[in-house]
């Protein structure tokens, strides 16, 4: 496909159970994003991807999160032990790299509903 | 302080109006800025980048001031169809920062 793909597009859980979440980038794309938007907020972020390296964390709410990479390509986001808190909009974008003036494609989303 | 900051509005406009609002940013070594629009419960698209010595798409106008760390956008001749949230993001290295959005609506 040409654009950024996530999956689920939505997802109903029970609080406590884990869940994963992924992400195909645009075929090429070295950068890789990972952003949460709660209803009616503004995009959080939550962790970036070089390659398959992570150099930027910070954004992850709690040890409970953590994302992965692998052949530069599909990234994966997981949730362990969902809370209610969780429930939002996880949003996935590429981009060509990392460097200025470079855009970023964003999938459609995966919504989260931690019950 | 936010990264990025925006009056959230909402502008309601009618259609045939000019709407424009701002957007600043903290981090005086940010590098890139861009536009994003975001319409109800779909994802943030491009809109525009906003280039150092400003720079029109269409009806569409953007602005940079980097001495004074603000961006703005600016709407001539408003659409039904430009209604939505306008999202400022600032790259800053790797790491795009997006402001909570500007929700503009346009009437009939």
């Known amino acids: 496909g040409a654009g950024v793909s996530q999956s689920p597009s939505n997802k109903v859980t029970e609080k406590g159970k884990d869940v994963e979440l992924r992400c195909d980038p645009i075929?090429?794309?070295?950068?890789l994003y990972w952003y949460r938007q709660r209803l009616g907020q503004g995009l959080e972020f939550l962790i970036y991807?070089?390659?398959?390296?992570?150099?930027?964390k910070s954004g992850l709410p709690s040890d409970r999160f953590s994302a992965e990479r692998t052949g530069e390509s599909v990234s994966t986001l997981t949730i362990q032990r969902t809370q209610q808190e969780d429930s939002a909009v996880y949003l996935c974008?590429?981009?060509?790299?990392?460097?200025?003036?470079?855009?970023?494609?964003f999938g459609q989303g995966t919504r989260l509903t931690v019950v | 302080r936010k990264e990025v900051e925006q009056d959230p509005g909402p502008f309601n406009v009618p259609e045939g109006a000019t709407v424009a609002f701002n957007c600043t940013y903290s981090?005086?070594?940010?590098?890139?800025f861009f536009w994003y629009r975001q319409d109800c419960r779909k994802e943030p698209k491009l809109l525009m980048s906003?280039?150092?010595s400003g720079n029109e798409d269409g009806r569409f106008t953007a602005q940079l001031n980097r001495a004074s760390q603000y961006i703005s956008l600016l709407i001539r001749d408003s659409k039904l169809s430009d209604s939505a949230t306008y999202l400022c993001?600032?790259?800053?290295?790797?790491?795009?920062?997006f402001g909570a959005g500007t929700t503009v609506t346009v009437r009939a």
């Open positions: 974008a590429s981009s060509l790299q990392a460097g200025m003036n470079t855009e970023a494609f």
């Open positions: 075929s090429g794309h070295t950068a």
């Open positions: 991807f070089q390659g398959n390296s992570a150099p930027d």
């Open positions: 981090n005086s070594a940010s590098q890139s």
């Open positions: 906003v280039y150092s």
């Open positions: 993001v600032v790259k800053t290295n790797y790491k795009l920062s």
